[in-house]
């Protein structure tokens, strides 16, 4: 059974830090792996989506990387502003299957 | 722009009684939806999957019979609380993917307050 381990659970930095947060899941047979963002009371918003053959996707600020092997995946934020904070999701979707596992999520507070 | 509308955002509604969600894939087809629930500090959860025409997957522990899902058109998806209980109350998000990358995306989600 895939399970998918987001770590740290929050993170709160100053402004204009650059950040890295961490996306683990234990098989390493998946579809494609997916980063989103989710503000409190709202649906989530897709940032990134590498598909299994890919290493990394980048847009603008945020670049995500994908080591399928080690099971694991990053989400790197380039100086960090205040409307970055939102809890970011990490999900796969497992080889054959149409469906996504979640992490738990990090919460991520930028402070002024 | 959104490419999956949800409605409504929040909803309060007295204990057992019926609630509908509906969520619209918006200039595309979604042969399949997908629902998910999210308590507090928890994961998104899968509920079930539509498929249009046919009937919904539910995933283990969750009651078909409940959680009434239709999708009978190829833009719009319901899923229905059917004798609301306060322990339903929970963020429901719907979601479809569109061509064939994988990529998912999601309603803004519906909050449902039972008192």
């Known amino acids: 059974k895939q399970e998918v381990t987001q770590i740290p659970a929050a993170l709160s930095v100053p402004e204009g830090e650059n950040l890295v947060l961490n996306c683990s899941f234990t098989?390493?047979?998946?579809?494609?792996l997916q980063w989103f963002r989710q503000d409190p009371g709202k649906g989530l918003t897709s940032l990134l989506l590498i598909q299994s053959s890919q290493r990394e996707q980048t847009s603008g600020r945020l670049n995500a990387s994908l080591d399928k092997s080690s099971g694991r995946s990053t989400l790197y934020i380039a100086a960090s502003q205040p409307g970055d904070s939102a809890t970011y999701l990490c999900?796969?979707?497992?080889?054959?299957?149409?469906?996504?596992?979640f992490g738990k999520g990090t919460k991520l507070t930028v402070n002024p | 722009g959104a490419v999956v509308s949800q409605h409504p955002s929040r909803v309060i509604c007295k204990s057992g009684t019926s609630v509908k969600i509906e969520c619209r894939s918006l200039d595309f087809q979604a042969t399949t939806m997908f629902w998910y629930r999210q308590f507090p500090k928890q994961s998104l959860m899968l509920m079930a999957t539509s498929n249009e025409g046919s009937k919904a997957t539910y995933e283990q522990g969750v009651e078909k019979d409940k959680f009434l899902i239709n999708h009978a058109s190829l833009t719009l998806s319901t899923l229905t609380v059917t004798s609301a209980h306060p322990e339903d109350s929970s963020f429901y998000i719907c979601s479809t993917d569109r061509g064939n990358t994988g990529e998912l995306f999601f309603g803004e989600g519906s909050r449902l307050t039972v008192l």
């Open positions: 999900a796969v979707i497992q080889g054959g299957s149409e469906k996504l596992v």
């Open positions: 098989d390493s047979a998946i579809y494609n």
